[in-house]
């Protein structure tokens, strides 16, 4: 089993753009995919990134995912801010076909 | 439009069993995943199972092992999500979620049930 590990929470400007890690704490962060959902205060979650960079249709191109095998993490990065991403942000991978998550990430769009 | 309609907020005593449903409205499970998750109150999520609704083949996260039980019934489009020996720590939102079962893709989330655990 692993931890994903993310920070409590980020903030920027609208119209910036904004990185949220997330650090795998052993096995390879390659090793299996990496999924990232948006929850909206009150709301469900939803899937904003799939398999580390793949966006479900109706996301928009704002959203992208990537990895860093030196880091052993894998990213979120959210361009153009808008107030509307203001959201709490979970990154989630497995091993096997059993899920672990990220303690989640709140962005604020000051 | 496909919605994952999930039942009612329940208020329920310790020690006692609580049972979740969660129905593919505009859609269908066959051919996908059903997952559960829960939020405690200000927490973030956590994996409690899946179950291929197909096969109907279950799986459970180890904390969860023996106190849960997931299920899909084909004929009306439900899964359930059943959860017994209940204490305040079960205080939750709880969430149902389709998933590709030849990938990683949800593309659709429940809107969540309460289940608060409360003498």
């Known amino acids: 089993n692993f931890l994903l590990t993310q920070p409590h929470s980020v903030s920027e400007s609208p119209g910036k753009t904004l990185t949220i890690p997330c650090t795998r704490s052993?096995?390879?962060?390659?090793?299996?995919?990496v999924q990232w959902y948006q929850q909206r205060p009150g709301g469900s979650p939803t899937t904003v990134i799939y398999?580390?960079?793949?966006?479900p249709s109706g996301v928009p191109d704002r959203f992208s995912g990537s990895i860093d095998s030196s880091s052993n993490s894998a990213s979120l990065t959210i361009s153009g801010l808008r107030t509307e991403d203001e959201a709490d942000y979970y990154c989630?991978?497995?091993?096997?076909?059993?899920?672990?998550f990220g303690g989640g990430t709140k962005v604020t769009v000051l | 439009q496909v919605q994952l309609v999930q039942s009612g907020a329940e208020m329920k005593k310790p020690g006692s069993s609580v049972k979740v449903s969660c129905k593919a409205s505009?859609?269908?499970?066959?051919?996908?995943?059903v997952s559960w998750v829960r939020q405690a109150p200000g927490q973030g999520l956590e994996w409690m199972g899946r179950?291929?609704?197909?096969?109907?083949?279950?799986e459970y996260a180890e904390m969860f092992q023996g106190r849960v039980t997931i299920t899909a019934d084909e004929s009306t489009e439900t899964a359930y999500m059943e959860l017994r020996s209940l204490t305040s720590d079960d205080t939750a939102m709880y969430f149902c979620?389709?998933?590709?079962?030849?990938?990683?893709?949800?593309?659709?989330w429940g809107q969540g049930t309460l289940v608060t655990v409360s003498s």
């Open positions: 505009g859609d269908t499970f066959k051919g996908y995943t």
């Open positions: 052993s096995g390879n962060i390659d090793s299996s995919f």
């Open positions: 179950v291929i609704a197909v096969l109907g083949m279950p």
């Open positions: 979620a389709r998933g590709s079962t030849s990938g990683w893709l949800v593309d659709y």
């Open positions: 989630q991978s497995s091993y096997g076909s059993h899920w672990v």
């Open positions: 398999e580390y960079h793949q966006r």
